[in-house]
């Protein structure tokens, strides 16, 4: 039967057609076949035939008609009908039965069932686990697969990928707040030592910002023998629930701040002090001590820490760092620091007018800066620039090529073919200068404080605003106040400065090759 057959019957509503469409169904692997025949059956609205076929020898007919049976008005189909497809043995009749079950939210118990004896089953391929993953997504809400979450969280003899899959559940699940057995067990998990999951837990604690981890992320933080990028993570998930900080962990973060760190650790840790609510003492540390030594791809977010501010002691002193190192303000808008003064005494603002003037002496030799180094940067090394895009130049922790990469920043897979060097050179040095849409920075403006990122999610009841790779924090629409624009790139400007004139020339030919020239290295 072709699918201009199945769709004539179904025209005529003669469903005496209904055997013969189910044997067509059983006859062809045409998929566009199915689909018309599948229509057909639930536009013709008779269960009765399709009930019976459920018990069908032909795999092809049950998947047929449960299918059509799921999506037919008043259905008769029953959760008995669907055990046999989540037992089975042949995936596709199984991947049905899954399929089936997302839209049927009250039949938890017999997919807790099948759950539990899938779990149990070695060499589950990843299409499989991410099946049970969105199955239990779609259950997550009633308090049975809840406990069959906190259940398998707690199993002392469950494997780090078995954990990795329920924490993966409780990231995608649309709950206001997480229960508390979850947050109790993530707290638990906080103290495992396993890197992964305690990375994975801190990525849930963060984006769900969940209260009551003070002592366990604290000990994360301070503990000099965890790496630093795993420490700062610590500390982003404390500071959006306690944005305040003790002296003493102040001080292990201004460490982290220094030169004798990577460049990703720096920025990462200049991302946390701009959501902290540090005191005056603090404040005075920042700009005596940290703004002078600060290279300029930290000199936005640093400055950013001072906003809002009002002692005339602090303003001060962060405009006389600031006329010490003015050469380095080339990223700074002007009005970014008219803003970030606005409260400040007007002796303050007074005594930032050459740092005005400098700034827009800078930004009026821009264009001169950037056909300089297009003339400089020949040369370069397609292979070379490859590897520094993923290794040296971090370009990779927040944008993607292919497959390869994160989805922060825009993916750069074809900027080869829709930009100009003019501009791919212009984005790099000045990222501010221009945004992507979809990637606007935001502030979100909340009551429990102001959050900087750009948003990845909206609905009606919450938004996902990512602060930085990663997970985004989850804020619910009622504790928003307002949502500002914010005309500073999350993108830290400054790169040509951490790569040499050679180095920069290749990361240039590698963009510039794009997409072709992921071909021709993968050769």
């Given at each position: 039967?072709?699918?201009?057959?199945?769709?004539?019957?179904?025209?005529?509503?003669?469903?005496?057609?209904?055997?013969?469409?189910?044997?067509?169904?059983?006859?062809?692997?045409?998929?566009?076949?199915?689909?018309?025949?599948?229509?057909?059956?639930?536009?013709?609205?008779?269960?009765?035939?399709?009930?019976?076929?459920?018990?069908?020898?032909?795999?092809?007919?049950?998947?047929?008609?449960?299918?059509?049976?799921?999506?037919?008005?008043?259905?008769?189909?029953?959760?008995?009908?669907?055990?046999?497809?989540?037992?089975?043995?042949?995936?596709?009749?199984?991947?049905?039965?899954?399929?089936?079950?997302?839209?049927?939210?009250?039949?938890?118990?017999?997919?807790?069932?099948?759950?539990?004896?899938?779990?149990?089953?070695?060499?589950?391929?990843?299409?499989?686990?991410?099946?049970?993953?969105?199955?239990?997504?779609?259950?997550?809400?009633?308090?049975?697969?809840?406990?069959?979450?906190?259940?398998?969280?707690?199993?002392?003899?469950?494997?780090?990928?078995?954990?990795?899959?329920?924490?993966?559940?409780?990231?995608?699940?649309d709950?206001?707040?997480?229960?508390?057995?979850?947050?109790?067990?993530?707290?638990?998990l906080?103290?495992?030592?396993?890197?992964?999951?305690?990375?994975?837990v801190?990525?849930?604690?963060?984006?769900r910002?969940?209260?009551?981890?003070?002592?366990?992320?604290?000990?994360?933080?301070?503990?000099?023998?965890?790496?630093?990028?795993?420490?700062?993570?610590?500390?982003?998930?404390?500071?959006?629930?306690?944005?305040e900080?003790?002296?003493?962990?102040?001080?292990?973060?201004?460490?982290?701040?220094?030169?004798?760190?990577?460049?990703?650790?720096?920025?990462?840790?200049?991302?946390?002090?701009?959501?902290?609510?540090?005191?005056?003492?603090?404040?005075?540390?920042?700009?005596?001590?940290?703004?002078?030594?600060?290279?300029?791809f930290?000199?936005?977010?640093?400055?950013?820490?001072?906003?809002?501010?009002?002692?005339?002691?602090?303003?001060?002193?962060?405009?006389?760092?600031?006329?010490?190192?003015?050469d380095?303000?080339?990223?700074?808008?002007?009005?970014?620091?008219?803003?970030?003064?606005?409260?400040?005494p007007?002796?303050?603002?007074?005594?930032?007018?050459?740092?005005?003037?400098?700034?827009?002496?800078?930004?009026?030799?821009?264009?001169?800066?950037?056909?300089?180094?297009?003339?400089?940067?020949?040369?370069?090394?397609?292979?070379?620039?490859?590897?520094?895009?993923?290794?040296?130049?971090?370009?990779?922790?927040?944008?993607?090529?292919?497959?390869?990469?994160?989805?922060?920043?825009?993916?750069?897979?074809?900027?080869?073919?829709?930009?100009?060097?003019?501009?791919?050179?212009?984005?790099?040095?000045?990222?501010?200068?221009?945004?992507?849409?979809?990637?606007?920075?935001?502030?979100?403006?909340?009551?429990?404080?102001?959050?900087?990122?750009?948003?990845?999610?909206?609905?009606?009841?919450?938004?996902?605003?990512?602060?930085?790779?990663?997970?985004?924090?989850?804020?619910?629409?009622?504790?928003?106040?307002?949502?500002?624009?914010?005309?500073?790139?999350?993108?830290?400007?400054?790169?040509?400065?951490?790569?040499?004139?050679q180095?920069?020339?290749?990361l240039?030919?590698?963009?510039?090759?794009?997409?072709?020239?992921?071909?021709?290295?993968?050769?």
């Open positions: 039967m072709s699918r201009q057959a199945a769709t004539a019957l179904g025209q005529i509503g003669d469903a005496s057609g209904i055997p013969s469409l189910l044997k067509a169904v059983s006859r062809t692997d045409d998929r566009f076949v199915a689909h018309a025949v599948i229509h057909t059956l639930i536009g013709l609205g008779k269960p009765e035939p399709l009930l019976a076929a459920l018990k069908d020898p032909s795999d092809r007919i049950r998947k047929a008609a449960l299918t059509a049976l799921d999506q037919m008005d008043n259905s008769p189909l029953q959760k008995e009908h669907l055990k046999p497809f989540l037992a089975s043995a042949h995936p596709e009749l199984r991947a049905a039965g899954i399929w089936v079950a997302t839209h049927r939210p009250e039949w938890t118990d017999i997919v807790v069932e099948f759950l539990e004896k899938q779990l149990a089953r070695p060499g589950q391929t990843e299409e499989e686990l991410l099946a049970l993953r969105d199955l239990m997504v779609t259950f997550c809400q009633n308090e049975a697969l809840q406990n069959f979450v906190t259940s398998q969280l707690s199993n002392k003899t469950a494997t780090a990928e078995s954990r990795l899959l329920f924490l993966s559940v409780i990231g995608r699940c709950v206001r707040q997480l229960p508390s057995s979850w947050a109790g067990q993530l707290k638990v906080l103290s495992s030592g396993e890197g992964q999951i305690v990375s994975e801190l990525n849930l604690v963060q984006s910002r969940v209260k009551g981890m003070d002592t366990e992320l604290l000990s994360i933080f301070r503990d000099k023998a965890s790496a630093a990028a795993l420490r700062l993570k610590a500390l982003a998930a404390r500071t959006v629930t306690v944005p900080i003790s002296n003493e962990d102040f001080a292990l973060l201004e460490a982290l701040l220094g030169k004798g760190q990577e460049a990703p650790v720096r920025q990462a840790a200049a991302h946390v002090l701009v959501n902290l609510k540090l005191t005056e003492s603090q404040l005075m540390s920042i700009a005596e001590k940290q703004l002078p030594e600060a290279d300029p930290l000199m936005p977010g640093i400055l950013e820490v001072f906003n809002h501010g009002t002692s005339e002691r602090v303003g001060s002193s962060l405009v006389s760092s600031l006329l010490q190192v003015s380095r303000l080339t990223n700074i808008p002007e009005q970014d620091l008219e803003r970030i003064l606005s409260a400040y007007a002796s303050v603002r007074d005594k930032a007018v050459p740092v005005s003037a400098k700034i827009r002496q800078l930004h009026a030799a821009r264009q001169e800066k950037l056909a300089r180094l297009d003339r400089e940067l020949t040369g370069g090394d397609v292979s070379e620039g490859r590897t520094l895009f993923f290794g040296k130049a971090s370009c990779s922790a927040c944008h993607a090529i292919g497959p390869e990469g994160n989805a922060f920043g825009p993916d750069l897979t074809n900027i080869g073919d829709i930009r100009s060097r003019p501009d791919i050179l212009e984005a790099i040095v000045f990222p501010s200068s221009s945004f992507a849409r979809e990637h606007e920075t935001v502030n979100v403006v909340t009551a429990s404080g102001t959050f900087m990122g750009i948003i990845k999610e909206q609905t009606a009841d919450y938004l996902v605003l990512a602060p930085g790779p990663g997970p985004g924090l989850r804020i619910n629409r009622s504790e928003v106040k307002s949502i500002e624009a914010h005309n500073v790139s999350m993108m830290p400007p400054g790169l040509e400065e951490l790569l040499d004139k180095e920069m020339a290749s240039m030919a590698f963009l510039e090759s794009l997409p072709t020239g992921i071909k021709k290295l993968s050769k």
